[in-house]
C-alpha cells in the first residue's frame, strides 16, 4: 500500500510540490516502511537473534541441519513447483529427511531465470503469511526478480540485519542516519538545492545519487550538519565518491560512528578515503532482495556468514566446494521466507570462504573476501558521478535484460531485451 502511495505521489503530487511537502510525504512514506519493518514480531526475532549471536559452532551446525530439513519438507508439501522438481529427480519426504549440509547437492539448483518465469506462481507456497508484497531485486545482472515478502518476513530480516550489520558497527536504527540509494528523492535532474529529503520517522536523511559532483558537494555536507548524522548507509560508490569531493574540496565533515556500505564492492581506497574524510571505520555486508543469505563485517574487521539467515554453498564450476582461499560461485538456501522458498538459488555472486580465527568469538563461517567488479559510472555533464540504474526499470516486468550504455558525457544508450515490448506509456514514463 505504501509503496504503490508513494509511487503515486512521485509521478503526480510529489514530483510538483515544494520541498517542505516533500519532506512530509518522504517521512510518512517513512512511517509506512517503519511499521512494516520493526513492527510486528520484529523485536522478539531481535532478541532470538541476539541470543543465538554466540552459538558454537556445534550449535549452528544441528541449527542449520533443523532448519534446512524444515524449509525442504515444507517446499516439497506446498510449493508445487518444488513438489515436482523434486520428485522428478527422486526426492521425496524420506529421503528429505535424511538430507544434511554434505548431501544437500543431490536437490537441484534454482536457476535466476527460473525464479524469474516461475516466482509470481509455481514457486509460491500455497500456505502463505499474511499481507505479502513482492519487491523486485536490483536486476545487476541485467535481469531483475519479483521477491514476494510477508510483513513478518520482513521483520526477521531486519531483524538480523539489526544485529549484525548496525549493532556490529556500534550503531543502531534508532540513530540518525544518513542514505544513498536509489530513490529518486529529488525528482528533477534539473533542480535546486537542497539534493536531501529528511524522513522524520526512520531517522534518515535520504541523500540523491543522482546529483552528486564538487559544486553540489557542500549542500550534502550542510544536510548531515544539519540533521546530526551519525553514519551513513547505501550505495558504496555513491558514498565514495561524495567524501572524495569533501576531500579534494577540504570540506570538513563531522566525526560519524561508522560508513555502512552495500550494493557494490568495497575496495581498500574507499575505506582509506571514509577513514580520512568521517574518522571512523567502514562496514562491508553481503546481502540481497532475494534475502536469502547474509555476510557481514564485525567489529574486528572479518566477514561473517549468518546462518540464520540461510545456508550458503561456495562451488567451483564443478559444483563442488571450494577451499578456503580459492574463489567459488555462492548459492543459497533461504530460513525466513516460506511464501517463496528460494532452495540452492544461483544468486550469481562469489566469496573466497577464509578461516574464522576472528577475535570477536563468533562461531560463524568466515569469508574472505566478496569478490565481485566495481560499479561502471555514468558521468554527467555538470561532473555528477552516478551508478546503479537499475531503479529505471522498475515495474517493467516485460524487460528481461537492461545495458546503459554511455560512450560521451551527458548521453546514454539504453537496450533492453522484452518479453513482448515496452508500452508507449513505459516508454514515456521512464524517459523522463
Known amino acids: 500500500m505504501f509503496k504503490k502511495l508513494f509511487l503515486g505521489f512521485s509521478e503526480n503530487i510529489y514530483g510538483k510540490s515544494p520541498v517542505w511537502l516533500q519532506h512530509v510525504f518522504v517521512s510518512l512514506y517513512g512511517y509506512g516502511w517503519k511499521r512494516r519493518r520493526f513492527g510486528g514480531i520484529f523485536q522478539q526475532e531481535y532478541h532470538a537473534a541476539k541470543e543465538r549471536e554466540n552459538y558454537s559452532a556445534a550449535q549452528w551446525q544441528q541449527y542449520t541441519q533443523e532448519h534446512l530439513q524444515k524449509i525442504l519438507l515444507h517446499a516439497f508439501h506446498h510449493v508445487p513447483y518444488y513438489h515436482e522438481v523434486f520428485l522428478k529427480h527422486g526426492i ?11 548431501t544437500i547437492r543431490q536437490v537441484p539448483v534454482l ?23 513482492f519487491f523486485s531485486s536490483s536486476g545487476s545482472t541485467g535481469s531483475p526478480v519479483e521477491i514476494l515478502y510477508s510483513h513478518a518476513m520482513h521483520q526477521r530480516w531486519f531483524a538480523l540485519f539489526e544485529r549484525s550489520v548496525r549493532n556490529w558497527a556500534g550503531v543502531s536504527s534508532n540513530m540518525m542516519r544518513g542514505m544513498i540509494g536509489g530513490r529518486k528523492v529529488v525528482p528533477s535532474a534539473i533542480s535546486k538545492p537542497p539534493y536531501y529529503r529528511y524522513n522524520f520517522f526512520e531517522k534518515q536523511v535520504y541523500f540523491s545519487a543522482y546529483h552528486i559532483n564538487a559544486a553540489h558537494a557542500k549542500n550534502y555536507l550542510d544536510g548531515i550538519k544539519k540533521y546530526g548524522v551519525l553514519y551513513m548507509t547505501g550505495y558504496a560508490m555513491s558514498n565514495f565518491f561524495l567524501a572524495k569531493f569533501f576531500k579534494e574540496l577540504q570540506l570538513q565533515a563531522p566525526q560519524l560512528k561508522a560508513v555502512l556500505t552495500s550494493s557494490e564492492k568495497l575496495t ?13 571505520k567502514t562496514f562491508d555486508s553481503w546481502g540481497s532482495v532475494e534475502a536469502c543469505g547474509l555476510v557481514t563485517e564485525c567489529e574486528h574487521g572479518s566477514l561473517h556468514i549468518n546462518p540464520d539467515a540461510g545456508f550458503i554453498e561456495v562451488l567451483d564450476e564443478n559444483m563442488q566446494p571450494v577451499k578456503t582461499g580459492q574463489r567459488g560461485n555462492v548459492y543459497c538456501t ?26 570477536c568469538g563468533r562461531s560463524m563461517p568466515a569469508v574472505k573476501e566478496i569478490t565481485g567488479r566495481t560499479e561502471d559510472v555514468i558521468h554527467g555533464k555538470d561532473g555528477r558521478l552516478m551508478v546503479r540504474f537499475h531503479s529505471v526499470f522498475y515495474g517493467l516486468l516485460s524487460i528481461k535484460k537492461s545495458q546503459v550504455i554511455q560512450e560521451m558525457p551527458g548521453s546514454i544508450l539504453v537496450k533492453v531485451v522484452t518479453d513482448g515490448g515496452l508500452s508507449k506509456t513505459d516508454e514515456t514514463t521512464r524517459s523522463h
Open 92 to 102: 521425496d519426504e524420506n529421503k528429505i529427511k535424511q538430507i544434511t549440509h554434505e
Open 111 to 133: 536457476q535466476r531465470e527460473a525464479l524469474r518465469k516461475y516466482g509470481t506462481t509455481t514457486l509460491l507456497s500455497d500456505a502463505r503469511e499474511k499481507q505479502g508484497q
Open 334 to 359: 533461504g530460513f525466513l521466507n516460506y511464501d517463496q522458498p528460494l532452495i540452492r538459488y544461483a544468486i550469481g555472486d562469489s566469496f573466497i570462504p577464509g578461516e574464522n580465527n576472528c577475535k
Open 268 to 280: 581498500d581506497e574507499m575505506r582509506a578515503v571514509f577513514k580520512e574524510v568521517y574518522h571512523c
